[in-house]
């Protein structure tokens, strides 16, 4: 068995802020969107009224208007179907907008992203005062400090991973000592990301961040699993992140698999 332990100070930097037990988690009760007339089809527009009123991210109005949309006796895949013809008609067939206008129908798939948003919405209201959660997080200062005139970085697509590596790799006191240090960052940024999206309009992030995520994700073809378990809880990751490509896998597979763990 490898013998390895956490790096805390990694851990205490690649941490989000914790949920304060005074913040106001649930979310303000919003008034409930108006009933237009849109299409000027009264099903079609009642079942877009009842996507605005699931919108709302309000656990009460949803389930009031999943109990609505059950009690239309018109189907409401025919529904969606008028609905984009209208949508056809009215933008002179643009694709794009046929194309958005597909899944209309789905008010149980809207209604489980809505509260899945409003949720994430909260938790960030309760970890991050006001907009604080669009500032730079100190791990994000760190990486734009660690990068800084970085030979070759232009962004997280564009740069010369081998220097990156060396930048990041001369805060020793910074660098994860295990699998689970590494899984831990990746958390970490994974779930800022889905947080700032989910209460503001977001981009893809700094840069720098980016480059270290990558950074840290390639540390999992290095670094030796301690045990079974460790090894367990990297593959589970590996299979289901969308940046882990089929290389790459191949690396981290081989890696587990060299360690004997």
């Not at 941490?15 to 988690?25: H, K, Y």
């Not at 008609?89 to 008010?107: E, I, K, T």
């Not at 977001?202 to 030796?224: C, P, T, Y």
């Not at 090894?231 to 299979?239: K, P």
Request: aromatic share 8%; glycine share 6%.
């Amino acid at each position: 068995m490898i013998n390895l332990t956490d790096n805390l100070a990694h851990r205490a930097l690649f941490t989000l802020p914790p949920i304060r037990p005074s913040a106001e988690t649930a979310p303000a009760v919003q008034v409930l969107p108006e009933q237009k007339v849109v299409t000027g089809d009264k099903e079609v527009d009642a079942v877009l009224w009842l996507r605005e009123v699931i919108k709302t991210g309000q656990a009460g109005p949803i389930a009031t208007a999943l109990d609505a949309a059950a009690k239309i006796k018109t189907p409401l895949k025919e529904i969606e179907q008028r609905y984009v013809e209208y949508v056809k008609n009215s933008s002179g067939n643009n694709p794009f907008a046929v194309m958005f206008s597909f899944g209309f129908a789905d008010l149980e798939g809207l209604a489980k992203g809505s509260l899945e948003k409003a949720a994430l919405a909260s938790e960030a209201q309760a970890r991050f005062e006001g907009e604080t959660i669009f500032e730079d997080t100190p791990a994000e200062q760190f990486c734009e400090k660690a990068l800084k005139r970085c030979k070759g970085f232009k962004s997280y697509f564009e740069n010369d991973k081998t220097q990156v590596a060396k930048r990041f790799r001369k805060h020793a006191d910074l660098m994860p000592h295990t699998l689970d240090d590494c899984l831990h960052e990746i958390a970490y940024w994974d779930r800022l990301y889905v947080l700032r999206h989910a209460v503001g309009e977001w981009g893809d992030g700094m840069h720098e961040a980016i480059a270290r995520d990558w950074f840290v994700q390639g540390l999992l073809s290095e670094i030796k699993p301690r045990n079974k378990d460790e090894a367990l809880r990297v593959l589970d990751y590996a299979a289901h992140a969308e940046s882990i490509e089929h290389d790459d896998m191949v690396s981290i597979a081989r890696n587990l698999i060299a360690a004997g763990a």
